[in-house]
């Protein structure tokens, strides 16, 4: 039985550090790490970054695969993707990295700090020119309501804000107020003054936030993007920006990246550009998450966080 590493080795930790973890946390698991392959016989479970199935040879013996990335739109489709399980490797109770990140950028926002840094550079005493919101008058809505998203709504509740979210099919008995489907999102969106996108990447999600979505918004209202860079149609932010019908974005994804040169988000002053950087896992903690997972299907259970190919997350 063995675990094939595509490409994590070259993006997270050292092979010496995959090495060490997997003989900790997976005694008895040997460890191939492409493009070492060995016997393709021999490999049970494959982990991967931005695989490319096209140069994998056929694995006969392979059970369950388990992605590092967060949206899997890249690879899903790919004609020579083995017909088996796929997890996402994520912690089951989210990423203190992810929450703080999102709790940061709604907290920028709902203070109206990037206008008080642009009243420090013009040396403009900017005080009592606004009103100063409190959390409980700002509606924070979530688009996506996975694991990721779950933890910092949670911190906003418990800071007071007025908390909701939005997702693709009904639930009950969650911690926060949910809306679904498309037939809601107008409503949603009308009842948000900062919007945080995590959601997957599908034909249904790309372009989410354009012109007619903005136009759903308050006047004034915001955006953080820790989804995916196709979410946003970004001529249609900046015109949205610059009309005033939204007052800020910070944005940690974007298409295409890196964001070339050229792009005019750089230089906008209602625009915070970050480099994708809104969490980085550890060695310690993929092994732990494909661990657990390789449990899991040693025992006859389903994948955690399992992605269903026909919806595409």
């Known amino acids: 039985m063995a675990l094939l590493i595509v490409n994590l080795d070259q993006q997270i930790g050292s092979q010496q550090e995959w090495i060490d973890t997997v003989a900790s946390q997976l005694p008895g698991m040997a460890l191939r790490l492409w493009p070492d392959i060995g016997d393709p016989a021999d490999i049970e479970y494959l982990a991967f970054v931005r695989p490319d199935f096209g140069v994998l040879p056929p694995l006969p013996n392979l059970k369950a695969m388990f992605s590092r990335s967060a949206g899997v739109d890249g690879f899903i489709n790919h004609p020579k993707i083995p017909k088996v399980p796929l997890g996402k490797v994520e912690p089951s109770r989210g990423d203190p990295m992810m929450t703080e990140y999102v709790v940061m950028h709604v907290l920028r926002l709902h203070r109206d700090m990037p206008r008080y840094q642009q ?147 750089w230089a906008h002053p209602k625009v915070t550009v970050m480099p994708h950087v809104a969490r980085r896992p550890t060695v310690a903690l993929l092994v732990a998450g494909i661990a657990e997972n390789i449990a899991r299907v040693e025992a006859g259970q389903s994948l955690l966080q399992e992605i269903d190919p026909a919806a595409g997350y």
């Open 119 to 265: 009243a420090q550079a013009e040396k403009d005493w900017y005080r009592d020119v606004v009103p100063i919101v409190r959390p409980e008058q700002r509606r924070v809505g979530f688009l996506g309501f996975g694991m990721m998203a779950k933890a910092p709504a949670l911190v906003l509740k418990s800071l007071e804000f007025d908390v909701k979210a939005w997702v693709r099919s009904p639930r009950e008995h969650e911690e926060v107020p949910i809306m679904h489907g498309q037939d809601q999102l107008e409503a949603f969106l009308g009842e948000t003054d900062i919007a945080v996108c995590l959601l997957p990447l599908t034909k249904e999600t790309e372009g989410i936030f354009c012109d007619r979505t903005f136009a759903m918004m308050p006047k004034g209202a915001m955006l953080v993007n820790v989804g995916r860079g196709k979410h946003v149609v970004n001529d249609d932010l900046i015109a949205a920006l610059d009309s005033g019908q939204l007052s800020y974005a910070a944005l940690d994804a974007h298409y295409p990246e890196p964001l070339p040169p050229e792009s005019p988000l």
